[in-house]
């Protein structure tokens, strides 16, 4: 059973940017799933961004084309480069490798 760590959460001002890196206890393989998700305060968690095995990465329309997931399968992580960061972002990040690997998440807040 694979365990995840994400990592990476700050305050940020917004326009700026923040990588965050989930950090898996096991291998990483290409045919798993990998995902980021997030939840803001009172609302339900949101996907943000995916990679199914053989696929390319998808984006929530929201942050499609400020956001984007990367990954290091040596290293065991994925990452989610988030740029142009705005006060809608805010939340609790969580990534989830295969079908049931979540971690604790880690905070994002943008805010002046």
């Known amino acids: 059973q694979v365990q995840v760590v994400e990592s990476g959460g700050a305050l940020v001002q917004p326009g700026g940017s923040l990588r965050l890196s989930c950090t898996a206890s096991?291998?990483?393989?290409?045919?798993?799933?990998k995902g980021w998700y997030r939840q803001a305060p009172g609302k339900q968690r949101e996907w943000v961004a995916s990679?199914?095995?053989?696929?390319?990465?998808n984006y929530a329309s929201s942050v499609k084309g400020r956001f984007a997931m990367s990954g290091d399968n040596a290293k065991k992580q994925i990452y989610l480069q988030m740029n142009s960061l705005k006060p809608e972002d805010t939340a609790v990040y969580y990534c989830k490798i295969g079908p049931s690997a979540w971690g604790q998440g880690t905070q994002v807040t943008v805010s002046s």
């Open positions: 096991g291998s990483i393989e290409d045919r798993y799933f």
């Open positions: 990679v199914a095995p053989g696929a390319r990465a």
